[in-house]
């Protein structure tokens, strides 16, 4: 089926390792995006994508790194993980810029990653 | 600050009944409102997109209502069924000529439906 998928949808970290979470869509989707969501809270934007070779930062990008190499792929990198950064994320995409208008954001499975 | 809050929190209805789910946005200026459903360990999926000129869409057994004037909207499902239990998610999108790039999502209100 065509979607996003999300590589790996599970992996416990030590702090201070680093590991890097892999999107990938096959809609020929322009935008991409990174999101996390914790507990008792809203998704919060990392970064996003607005075309291939591009990223910027989201509402809270400290401690991640993004690229977007191809444009199926987007990567989320975690230099050196915290507690702070057990979460679970989820990937998105979309044909046209999400705010404008009523177009749809589709989302991966999530990733859970716990770090210790 | 943009904010979106949403209510109940968490809510138990048996089969078949209706339940109301409530969001209160402070987004503005406003563009547009989205209603996604989580199911536990997935990603959301998009129920319902409502521009600020609409004040009803419907899909299926969901329907959202808008209006943007008390900047309120609510969910309604109609004879529930037991997969419809999942977190329902409010996502307000400002109006982006506003310079603002980002949407702004409710913490959800977890539906439980038992038999």
């Known amino acids: 089926n065509a979607g996003v998928t999300q590589t790996p949808k599970f992996r416990v970290l030590k702090t201070g390792q680093s590991m890097t979470l892999l999107c990938a869509q096959d809609?020929?989707?322009?935008?991409m995006y990174w999101y996390r969501q914790d507990p008792g809270m809203g998704l919060r934007l990392i970064h996003y994508?607005?075309?291939?070779?591009?990223?910027a930062k989201g509402e809270v990008p400290d401690g991640y790194n993004v690229s977007r190499l191809k444009k199926q792929n987007f990567l989320l990198g975690l230099e050196s993980a915290a507690p702070s950064q057990t979460s679970v994320y989820f990937c998105?995409?979309?044909?046209?810029?999400?705010?404008?208008?009523?177009?749809?954001?589709?989302f991966g499975a999530g990733s859970r990653l716990t770090v210790l | 600050k943009n904010q979106v809050e949403q209510s109940p929190q968490s809510l138990i209805i048996l089969e078949g009944k209706n339940c109301t789910l409530q969001?209160?946005?402070?987004?503005?200026?406003?563009?547009?409102l989205r209603w996604y459903k989580q199911d536990t360990g997935r990603g959301p999926v998009s129920l319902t997109i409502?521009?600020?000129?609409?004040n009803t869409k419907s899909n299926g057994r969901y329907t959202a209502t808008l209006d943007a004037d008390t900047k309120q909207s609510s969910l309604h499902i109609t004879a529930s069924q037991l997969s419809d239990s999942a977190s329902y998610i409010c996502?307000?999108?400002?109006?982006?000529?506003?310079?603002?790039?980002?949407?702004?999502f409710g913490k959800g209100t977890k539906l439980s439906v038992i038999p």
């Open positions: 996502v307000v999108s400002p109006y982006s000529g506003a310079g603002s790039y980002q949407l702004t």
């Open positions: 969001c209160n946005y402070t987004v503005s200026p406003f563009s547009n």
């Open positions: 998105a995409s979309s044909y046209v810029w999400v705010p404008d208008g009523a177009n749809v954001l589709t």
């Open positions: 809609m020929n989707h322009e935008y």
């Open positions: 409502m521009t600020f000129s609409e």
């Open positions: 994508s607005v075309g291939e070779g591009t990223t």
